[in-house]
Nanobody, 115 residues
Framework: QVQLVESGGGLVQAGGSLRLSCAASGNIFRDNYMGWFRQAPGKQRELVASIGSGGSTNYADSVKGRFTISRDNAKNTVYLQMNSLKPEDTAVYYC?????????WGQGTQVTVSS
């Protein structure tokens, strides 16, 4: 079993920055996929960024050049650095881990960007 706890969300003005953290605990394996997803009111949950066990990354077109995903395997933590935030980035951000056929989600952290 794996538990994921997100932190770092909040209210920020457009153009500002936030860094989200996702701390994983439990039966963690290094060969896992970690990702950040988000869901805005009335919209479907969408991928923001992901990172593989080898460090390969993938980003949604809407955040390329503004967001950076990284991981610290020693701390079992994944980060999402968000710069140049826009009001359309407002959403609940969720951390996801997939390892050895199991899929885990965190409870989410709210990010609100004011114009």
């Amino acid at each position: 079993q794996v538990q994921l706890v997100e932190s770092g969300g909040g209210l920020v003005q457009a153009g500002g920055s936030l860094r989200l953290s996702c701390a994983a605990s439990g039966n963690i394996f290094r060969d896992n996929y970690m990702g950040w997803f988000r869901q805005a009111p009335g919209k479907q949950r969408e991928l923001v960024a992901s990172i593989g066990s080898g460090g390969s990354t993938n980003y949604a077109d809407s955040v390329k050049g503004r967001f950076t995903i990284s991981r610290d395997n020693a701390k079992n933590t994944v980060y999402l650095q968000m710069n140049s935030l826009k009001p359309e980035d407002t959403a609940v951000y969720y951390c996801r881990a997939i390892q050895r056929g199991y899929d885990y989600w965190g409870q989410g952290t709210q990010v609100t960007v004011s114009s």
